[in-house]
């Protein structure tokens, strides 16, 4: 049964049973993460669904949510957290994307995808027709998807939904890009990272984490920058108490 | 798919980088990565790891007439080949330029410099001769795939063995591994690639460039040469003018780069020489390190232990005689082993598994799935007690719980009547038991 395996290894092939009741036969799947009803149960990447039941697509862990409010029961997201490096969009995630082509009224962004999102000149904080943003080719910009379908060209935008630029927008000029497993991304902005915080204690940094894998540092120095760039990178493979001696082992020098 | 491009800042931090003689990974401008080379269970099989950088490297072997203008010559065939996997931008079954010139060199590199001996390999002059085949696959690509590669390809055929011959008359006689030792190439000196990357006009210097420094460079050298500083091949692309002095000091490097990188592959192949020999594990699979993202563990669920021999006891006495059914293992291809009749494979449908585990426990009647049940609740029992004490390997998936189970004495003890071979059968049994017990301790 689903509920069991939550927090398991799953492989792919596996069937979770859910737990029947009695609305189960009209029940349908929503479309939308977080467009969930109380009581609905959204199947997240790597299931599937399969009779009565989710069919597991991806190995990983299984991992559930709870719907919100008086959901309970059946209800909530079911996903699989795996570990993989090529990124699929997803609408309302934050990416950083480079400028490949700039045509006519749009730019292209590759953002790690199978295809390139296109990006209006007019998604930007500010900008008119007259008023045209500063992009040039090979700019990475930081922003977030609005359309992302199966088969489809993902649309990104840099401005939210009140027009602000909040954070996105064309990234400075220096720093260092490199990239990541998606796996560690997750890790890293969840709230309750450490990783982040330690870090902070060392020296001052900017620091952009795009959802697609790649990372964007830029500190005082290029060694400094190197350094936070190399430690991130190591970070996925460490337990919290190498991480801790490796912390030390930094702040001491 | 199209390659993933290079932005205006990682070029700018490259090359800032470059100047202030720092790169990515934390090398000095002469370091070389780390290089590791792991050998497969076959002859002449190898991987070798530069950094990220993968190739594999397989030599074959094959009895073909020689060509008319050199009779007396064995023939050699170099392949290199650059599929999506190492990298998305390379497109599968076209010569790309690169691949070409990848190529190229490795053939001017190994077969040029004469480092095998051809002449070795003739079995009759004009009839027939070995033709060597050395193929190259890039695995994983995060630059420099020439050196990587020409190490690749020196020490597959290092390792390789080829088949015995021995001519009588006209007669060719070919002879198995088993028949008589393969015998291994006769190797004159072993060429290595070293690649020099140039930026600013030649200004700075880089050994061993990885894929984003190779984006930004303005030139490569390539410098072949074996350890006894001679040099194989020479070659410059990118058109950058090189100085006198400096072709020098990239051949003094090329030197020392060489020495090591030769004694690094001698280690290997002695190595493996030895593992073979003594009869280790070799292969690839041994030779994988284990990265673990997240430590999998599984909280030891205590176990109620009182009573239980005084169950066990009472359950072997209540028991019918063990049915002789699956007294005999069935040895299906070694390594695999069928005992009994009928028991299911656990690792397809838990579930369903499980339920019919059930419908079978269900079932009272006295056949042999009633005398099944019987011994799954009695070496349970036992594995109970040894819980505590033995070693038991829980792994998170339920899937994948292992139990070990070496006939032990607590075991010899309740269990005086049944055979060893029973005890074999039922242990499978023994686990599906052991997981509904943890399940429903959760």
Excluded at chain 1, 141 to 162: L, R
Excluded at chain 1, 237 to 242: G, K, V
Excluded at chain 2, 299 to 311: L, S
């Amino acid at each position: 049964a689903a509920q069991e395996l939550v927090g398991r290894v799953v492989l792919p092939g596996d069937v979770l049973l859910l737990p029947s009741h009695p609305e189960a036969d009209g029940e349908r799947l929503p479309l939308g993460p977080g467009f969930a009803p109380p009581g609905r149960l959204v199947c997240g990447p790597g299931l599937r669904r399969c009779g009565a039941g989710l069919l597991v697509t991806k190995c990983g862990l299984l991992r559930h949510r709870q719907a919100g409010g008086a959901g309970g029961g059946s209800g909530g997201a079911y996903w699989v957290d795996s570990q993989q490096k090529r990124y699929v969009p997803v609408k309302g995630d934050h990416v950083i994307g480079i400028v490949t082509i700039k045509a006519g009224d749009i730019f292209k962004v590759d953002v790690g995808g199978s295809e390139q999102a296109s990006l209006s000149y007019l998604a930007f904080e500010g900008a008119t027709k007259r008023n045209r943003p500063n992009v040039q080719v090979g700019d990475l910009i930081y922003g977030q998807f609005i359309v992302a379908n199966k088969d489809m060209e993902p649309e990104m935008v840099c401005i939210d939904s009140s027009g602000r630029a909040n954070g996105m927008g064309v990234i400075g000029h220096d720093g260092l890009l490199f990239k990541v497993s998606l796996g560690l991304i997750r890790k890293l902005l969840a709230p309750s990272c450490e990783i982040i915080q330690e870090l902070g204690q060392l020296y001052p940094f900017e620091i952009v984490f795009g959802m697609n894998g790649r990372i964007w540092v830029k500190a005082k120095t290029i060694q400094q920058t190197l350094i936070v760039a190399n430690i991130l990178e190591a970070c996925e493979h460490m337990t919290a108490e190498q991480r801790t001696q490796a912390f030390a082992k930094l702040s001491e020098s | 798919m199209k390659e993933t491009p290079l932005s205006n800042c990682e070029r700018r931090f490259l090359l800032r980088a470059i100047e202030e003689r720092k790169r990515l990974d934390g090398r000095q401008s002469y370091d070389y990565r780390n290089v590791r080379i792991s050998f497969g269970a076959d002859y002449g099989c190898c991987i070798v790891e530069l950094g990220r950088t993968k190739v594999l490297g397989q030599v074959s072997c094959e009895l073909v007439s020689p060509k008319l203008n050199r009779a007396t010559e064995g023939i050699l065939f170099f392949n290199l080949e650059l599929s999506p996997m190492a990298s998305p931008a390379f497109e599968p079954g076209r010569q790309s330029e690169l691949l070409v010139k990848l190529n190229r060199l490795l053939e001017r590199c190994l077969r040029n410099s004469k480092c095998i001996d051809t002449e070795s390999l003739c079995v009759v002059a004009g009839v027939k001769v070995w033709q060597i085949r050395v193929d190259l696959h890039l695995l994983n690509h995060d630059g420099n795939i020439i050196d990587a590669a020409s190490i690749a390809a020196i020490v597959a055929l290092c390792h390789f063995r080829r088949p015995d011959v021995s001519v009588q008359g006209d007669e060719v006689t070919l002879y198995t591994p088993e028949e008589r030792d393969p015998v291994p190439l006769s190797i004159h000196h072993m060429p290595i690639c070293v690649s020099f990357a140039f930026f600013q006009q030649g200004t700075y210097l880089l050994v061993d460039p990885s894929e984003r420094e190779e984006r930004v460079m303005d030139g490569l050298l390539v410098i072949a040469m074996n350890k006894h500083r001679e040099i194989c091949t020479i070659q410059s692309s990118g058109g950058i003018m090189l100085l006198k002095d400096q072709v020098l000091r990239c051949s003094k490097i090329t030197g020392v780069k060489v020495a090591e990188i030769t004694e690094l592959i001698q280690k290997a192949l002695e190595n493996d020489r030895k593992v073979r020999k003594e009869g280790g594990k070799f292969g690839f699979a041994e030779s994988i390190p284990n990265q673990k993202i997240s430590a999998f563990k599984m909280e030891r669920a205590p176990v109620d232990t009182n009573d239980v021999e005084e169950q066990a006891e009472e359950i072997i006495t209540k028991a019918d005689p063990p049915s002789e059914v699956f007294a005999k293992p069935i040895l299906q291809t070694p390594g695999t082993a069928q005992i009994g009749e009928g028991i299911e494979n656990s690792w397809g449908d838990l579930e369903e598994s499980e339920r019919e585990e059930q419908e079978e426990d269900n079932s009272d009647d006295a056949t042999t799935s009633g005398v099944q049940k019987m011994e799954t609740e009695e070496i349970s029992g036992v594995s109970k007690t040894k819980k505590e004490a033995d070693t038991i390997i829980l792994s998170d998936s339920e899937e994948e719980v292992v139990v070990v189970l070496e006939p032990e004495e607590t075991r010899k003890k309740t269990r005086t009547h049944t055979s060893a071979k029973q005890e074999n059968s039922s242990s499978k049994k023994t686990f599906n038991k052991k997981r509904k017990k943890k399940r429903t301790t959760h």
